[in-house]
């Protein structure tokens, strides 16, 4: 700088200066503006309510289990009798209106219209005044009472996979895994039918009232 006056060289420090502290304010400025963006961002996402807390998880996660498909097939005294999809926790009246609705012979005296469904049930819409046997009876909504004595109930060792389908949420799959078990090892108590894949706690307290090992 000594081809530049005292004067000169002022005034280029002072432009330089100037320059650098407004590329400075420029920079502060830009990122104190993004970073309010980001909180504005945040804020609007808080008050749509897209961050759920875990409670609120969950609930959705339970929600998404009920909406799990499920199919059952139904006969008899219905209108379109076959497979029908559903939802888990439906029940035989939803099977019932998906099937075209009863026909009007239909027994309702023999029919648990509330009963919530399971995947791989069967149900059996039965005649007024119908005579129904041992195979078709397994096949209908009726059920054993859980006060009947052992006599009423199903043999696990013994029975045929039709009578393992006559229990609640017990379809032809889970009733095959049943026959395979017992081949190899006969059930001691009603205990071991959890040990069968597909037979957890929930189901087997729906299954231990009617059944029995002899």
């Known amino acids: 700088m000594d081809s530049f006056t005292k004067k000169e060289q002022i005034a280029i420090l002072v432009v330089v ?34 961050i759920e807390d875990p409670g609120e998880i969950e609930e959705e996660t339970e929600k998404e289990e009920d909406n799990q498909i499920i199919m059952v097939h139904i006969s008899g005294e219905v209108y379109n009798p ?43 819409i039965p005649k007024i005044g119908e005579e129904i046997n041992k195979s078709e009876l397994i096949a209908s909504t009726e059920m054993p009472s859980s006060n009947d004595n052992t006599s009423n109930k199903i043999n696990i060792n013994t029975c045929s996979i039709s009578e393992l ?21 006969s059930f001691k108590t009603i205990d071991d039918l959890k040990n069968v894949s597909g037979i957890g706690d929930k189901k087997f307290e729906g299954l231990k009232d009617f059944i029995t090992v002899k």
């Open 17 to 50: 200066l100037f320059i650098i502290s407004l590329l400075g304010f420029h920079f502060i400025d830009g990122n104190l503006l993004k970073q309010n963006k980001n909180i504005g961002l945040i804020n609007d996402i808080i008050d749509e309510g897209d």
């Open 82 to 124: 076959g497979l029908i999809k559903l939802f888990s926790g439906d029940r035989v009246v939803d099977a019932v209106e998906l099937a075209g609705g009863l026909k009007k012979e239909a027994d309702l005296d023999r029919i648990n219209l509330a009963k919530k469904l399971e995947d791989e049930e069967k149900i059996y």
């Open 165 to 185: 389908e006559s229990l609640p949420g017990i379809g032809q799959v889970i009733a095959g895994r049943i026959v395979e078990y017992r081949k190899s090892d």
